[in-house]
Nanobody, 122 residues
Framework: QVQLVESGGGLVQAGGSLRVSCTAS????????MGWFRQAPGKEREFVAS???????????SYADSAKGRFTISRDNAKSTVYLQMNSLKPEDTAVYYC????????????WGQGTQVTVSS
């Protein structure tokens, strides 16, 4: 069955950096757009970033306004892994970060990971 497993969360001071990873299994990774979402206590889950890969080897990334300029999403299709590099972290970035997979021809995310906690202290 399909599994998405996040790792790399933790506690970091404001202004610091953290990289979270998500490794997929049970699917053809290159056929999926991969996304990162987050959910803070008492708030709805929100989109952070996504990345897709084309047959031409080009990656297309999209970011939420809150992530632009600070976060970078990347993927390694050979390792079936997507990464989210987070720099200049703020306390408001504190949340559980989830990765998700959407078939490139689909309309919604099909699979979700269990989440990894990121806590930014002030």
């Amino acid at each position: 069955q399909v599994q998405l497993v996040e790792s790399g969360g933790g506690l970091v001071q404001a202004g610091g950096s953290l990289r979270v990873s998500c490794t997929a299994s049970g699917l053809t990774f290159s056929n999926y757009l991969m996304g990162w979402f987050r959910q803070a206590p008492g708030k709805e889950r929100e989109f952070v970033a996504s990345i897709k890969w084309t047959d031409g080897g080009i990656f297309f990334a999209s970011y939420a306004d809150s992530a632009k300029g600070r976060f970078t999403i990347s993927r390694d299709n050979a390792k079936s892994t997507v990464y989210l590099q987070m720099n200049s972290l703020k306390p408001e970035d504190t949340a559980v970060y989830y990765c998700a997979a959407k078939y490139v021809l689909g309309s919604q995310y099909d699979y979700w990971g269990q989440g990894t906690q990121v806590t930014v202290s002030s």
